[in-house]
């Protein structure tokens, strides 16, 4: 039975990382198995914190894009304007939740009446476009899903990017409006499932995210790769890749970097784009560092070969962020068969995961010296790290397939019967 499905928010395909890559997948994988779906989002700006190309001279209005599948499924991208802050602080990004909110408020005026929609689903952040689910579920009395992918209040307050109480409360209030209209809330870890679960006081769907371990999949020959963009067979290197902002801690790696100078074998990568990489550049050049390399986000196939010639991954986050979002990145570094070098609180599900599965190397994000030990353990034990290789792309196919996570949300969420669910398989993989 073909659904129809609408999708609110604001980060959206075509942007390569974070949210909007998986809603851009997700909803691409619904169309490709003949659903209608249509989503209220805005312009590509993320992570780049400015609207790309070639949306530019359209981002101060409304868009509409259609794509149609052979499948029979379709769809309708409604972009609408927001305000885009090119230094995100905790009141511009407040600017640019509330004026999508009130953009996407004034299309769904007249997206409502013109479409008949079976599920709603809403992503978070931003956490008050779970009001707009509100606003649709009370017009056609339809499925309300809330699906949040980062605890926003409590990672605004614990990172201290809100302070006045009296805010916090006013969010959690609304946050709790929406928990009490919502149909099904879904979140991406356990740990994150098991906090909203004392809030909201409803049962969790666990939807989490996933990798296509058929694109993403370990390479062979890494002095080749390595020669391919510039680097010597035998250097060791040590990459960031992602978003560049200050939740990451990423001053660490350059001050870490200082450490090693007399190292010339051993490079430090940081790649991607964000709010936070004109201060990093700085202070690279303050304090003279030579072995560390600045690159942009890389186009897909070239992304790909970066992950694979990487002999260590670095994926860092203050401790008061454990467990308030789950690294995304993790997933394309255990495709690849990477070796991640992870910051993780004991007893967090990061932690407990890595730690079961021996997929990582984990350090204590409160430690100064953990990152300089780490990188040096790990760039000398070569069997350890052809273990964890291992180990880390057997998780990614068990645990991360696109396809299973998709096939269970159908079911569970959409309520597609399983013999249509095993009948179209067929159509995806085509």
């Not at 056609?140 to 409590?154: A, S, T």
């Not at 409006?177 to 149909?183: R, S, T």
């Not at 196919?397 to 096939?407: A, C, D, H, Q």
């Given at each position: 039975?073909?659904?129809?499905?609408?999708?609110?928010?604001?980060?959206?395909?075509?942007?390569?990382?974070?949210?909007?890559?998986?809603?851009?997948?997700?909803?691409?994988?619904?169309?490709?198995?003949?659903?209608?779906?249509?989503?209220?989002?805005?312009?590509?700006?993320?992570?780049?914190?400015?609207?790309?190309?070639?949306?530019?001279?359209?981002?101060?209005?409304?868009?509409?894009?259609?794509?149609?599948?052979?499948s029979g499924g379709k769809i309708n991208i409604f972009r609408c304007p927001?305000?885009?802050?090119?230094?995100?602080?905790?009141?511009?990004?407040?600017?640019?939740?509330?004026?999508?909110?009130?953009?996407?408020?004034?299309?769904?005026?007249?997206?409502?009446?013109?479409?008949?929609?079976?599920?709603?689903?809403?992503?978070?952040?931003?956490?008050?476009?779970?009001?707009?689910?509100?606003?649709?579920?009370?017009?056609?009395?339809?499925?309300?899903?809330?699906?949040?992918?980062?605890?926003?209040?409590?990672?605004?307050?614990?990172?201290?990017?809100?302070?006045?109480?009296?805010?916090?409360?006013?969010?959690?209030?609304?946050?709790?409006?929406?928990?009490?209209?919502?149909?099904?809330?879904?979140?991406?870890?356990?740990?994150?499932?098991?906090?909203?679960?004392?809030?909201?006081?409803?049962?969790?769907?666990?939807?989490?995210?996933?990798?296509?371990?058929?694109?993403?999949?370990?390479?062979?020959?890494?002095?080749?790769?390595?020669?391919?963009?510039?680097?010597?067979?035998?250097?060791?290197?040590?990459?960031?890749?992602?978003?560049?902002?200050?939740?990451?801690?990423?001053?660490?790696?350059?001050?870490?970097?200082?450490?090693?100078?007399?190292?010339?074998?051993?490079?430090?990568?940081?790649?991607?784009?964000?709010?936070?990489?004109?201060?990093?550049?700085?202070?690279?050049?303050?304090?003279?560092?030579?072995?560390?390399?600045?690159?942009?986000?890389?186009?897909?196939?070239?992304?790909?070969?970066?992950?694979?010639?990487?002999?260590?991954?670095?994926?860092?986050?203050?401790?008061?962020?454990?467990?308030?979002?789950?690294?995304?990145?993790?997933?394309?570094?255990?495709?690849?068969?990477?070796?991640?070098?992870?910051?993780?609180?004991?007893?967090?599900?990061?932690?407990?995961?890595?730690?079961?599965?021996?997929?990582?190397?984990?350090?204590?994000?409160?430690?100064?010296?953990?990152?300089?030990?780490?990188?040096?353990?790990?760039?000398?034990?070569?069997?350890?790290?052809?273990?964890?290789?291992?180990?880390?792309?057997?998780?990614?196919?068990?645990?991360?397939?696109?396809?299973?996570?998709?096939?269970?949300?159908?079911?569970?969420?959409?309520?597609?019967?399983?013999?249509?669910?095993?009948?179209?398989?067929?159509?995806?993989?085509?």
């Amino acid at each position: 039975m073909k659904k129809r499905v609408l999708l609110i928010g604001y980060n959206y395909a075509p942007e390569p990382t974070g949210i909007g890559k998986y809603s851009g997948e997700m909803i691409h994988w619904l169309a490709c198995r003949g659903h209608e779906c249509t989503v209220i989002t805005t312009y590509p700006y993320y992570p780049y914190w400015q609207v790309q190309e070639p949306y530019v001279k359209s981002r101060f209005w409304y868009k509409l894009e259609t794509q149609s599948f052979p499948s029979g499924g379709k769809i309708n991208i409604f972009r609408c304007p927001a305000y885009i802050p090119s230094k995100p602080t905790a009141i511009r990004r407040m600017l640019l939740d509330f004026s999508f909110l009130v953009s996407a408020f004034f299309k769904l005026i007249g997206v409502i009446p013109k479409f008949q929609f079976d599920q709603v689903i809403a992503v978070s952040p931003s956490l008050l476009l779970g009001i707009l689910g509100v606003m649709v579920k009370k017009f056609q009395k339809n499925q309300f899903i809330y699906h949040i992918q980062d605890l926003q209040i409590e990672a605004a307050r614990d990172l201290k990017m809100i302070q006045a109480q009296s805010l916090i409360t006013v969010l959690l209030k609304i946050e709790q409006y929406i928990f009490n209209n919502v149909d099904k809330i879904s979140t991406i870890s356990t740990a994150m499932a098991h906090k909203i679960r004392q809030k909201s006081h409803k049962d969790i769907y666990l939807f989490s995210n996933w990798v296509n371990i058929e694109l993403f999949c370990p390479l062979k020959d890494k002095a080749a790769l390595k020669k391919e963009f510039g680097f010597n067979p035998d250097d060791k290197l040590v990459l960031y890749s992602g978003a560049i902002g200050e939740k990451q801690g990423l001053d660490r790696i350059l001050l870490t970097a200082k450490n090693f100078a007399n190292d010339t074998h051993i490079l430090f990568i940081i790649c991607g784009s964000g709010p936070y990489v004109d201060h990093l550049v700085a202070q690279k050049e303050i304090l003279g560092l030579t072995n560390v390399i600045f690159l942009p986000l890389q186009p897909l196939d070239k992304f790909r070969k970066m992950l694979n010639l990487a002999d260590l991954h670095l994926v860092l986050q203050k401790s008061n962020a454990t467990d308030l979002m789950l690294p995304s990145k993790l997933t394309t570094i255990w495709a690849v068969g990477g070796v991640s070098l992870v910051t993780a609180t004991k007893g967090s599900e990061l932690y407990n995961t890595i730690d079961k599965f021996n997929t990582g190397i984990i350090i204590d994000p409160d430690d100064s010296n953990a990152l300089h030990d780490g990188i040096l353990k790990a760039v000398s034990e070569e069997n350890n790290n052809r273990i964890i290789s291992g180990n880390a792309r057997r998780y990614a196919e068990n645990y991360l397939s696109l396809e299973s996570i998709m096939t269970d949300f159908e079911y569970e969420v959409l309520h597609l019967p399983v013999s249509q669910i095993k009948s179209q398989k067929s159509t995806v993989r085509a």
